[in-house]
């Protein structure tokens, strides 16, 4: 048991870095939502079967607190680091978001700043268009 703990607990890890992608992640978290979710049923099998594992004693009460503190957990706290470093990531992207679109908006107001301090050229290009001659007039 907690030789299955820590390689769920190394393999979750792994899938949390970020450069993995969010398929990993949420693979692991849905592979433990699912081994908690049955930790019920092998409770239940557990307490059926145990002395036929060299068990001297039955640790699988109706309750499954046993399998609870023991399986789900560590299995749980795994999750939740999980969930943590996500939201870690999530907060500093929108952060990097954020920076980047202050940056934006800066240099937008830069920009009108400088069109609304320079005067208007009293020649510009579209003012001295010159009329096209026609065939009649020459």
């Known amino acids: 048991l907690l030789s299955f703990q ?4 190394g393999f979750s ?3 949390s870095n970020p450069q993995r992608g969010l398929v990993p992640r949420f693979t692991i978290m849905l592979l433990i939502g699912a081994l908690v979710r049955s930790a019920e049923y092998m409770n239940t099998y557990a307490s059926q079967h145990w002395e036929e594992w060299g068990i001297t004693q039955n640790y699988f009460d109706r ?7 023991m399986f789900c957990g560590p299995l749980l706290l795994n999750c939740f680091i ?3 470093r996500f939201l870690r990531e999530a907060s500093q ?3 990097q978001v954020k920076k980047v679109e202050i940056e934006k908006q800066r240099k937008q107001q830069t920009k009108k700043k400088d069109a609304a301090a320079q005067p208007p ?3 510009t290009p579209h003012n001295n268009k010159k009329k096209k ?3 009649k007039d020459d």
């Open 6 to 9: 820590i390689v769920v607990f």
């Open 13 to 15: 890890m792994w899938a």
């Open 63 to 69: 309750h499954g607190i046993f399998v609870g503190i």
């Open 82 to 84: 999980m969930l943590l």
């Open 93 to 95: 992207l929108l952060v």
């Open 121 to 123: 050229k009293s020649g």
């Open 133 to 135: 001659s026609s065939k």
